[in-house]
Nanobody
């Protein structure tokens, strides 16, 4: 039973920070790249970051480089997304997804979490 559960979203002011968590269960994280995606109302889903199966490499969308950091702790079955210097355009539902193999980037996920809302507003 593969499960991905995101948490850590909320309301934050522009320039603020949030740390999202993705708790995974039902599979061995060592074998899978993991990614974060987001979707704002009326917009397509956007891949924002990916981390390889054991954290050896990462990938970021241009819009997020230098502001977001993806990490993972396979022993804790958890993937993180640290988001700094948040902008109103970062407002979206953020989803955690499992890749189909070990490496990044990933174009989509084969399993998804339920999403967590991030709202950046003053």
């Amino acid at each position: 039973q593969v499960q991905l559960v995101e948490s850590g979203g909320g309301l934050v002011q522009p320039g603020g920070s949030l740390r999202l968590s993705c708790a995974a269960s039902g599979f061995t994280l060592d074998y899978y790249a993991m990614g974060w995606f987001r979707q704002a109302p009326g917009k397509e889903r956007e891949g924002i970051s990916c981390i390889s199966s054991r954290g050896g490499s990462t990938a970021y969308a241009d819009s997020n480089k230098g502001r977001f950091t993806i990490s993972r702790d396979n022993a804790k079955n958890t993937v993180y997304l640290q988001m700094n210097s948040l902008k109103p355009e970062d407002t979206a539902v953020y989803y955690c997804a499992r890749g189909s193999s070990r490496g990044c980037p990933i174009s989509t996920g084969d399993y998804w979490g339920q999403g967590t809302q991030v709202t950046v507003s003053s």
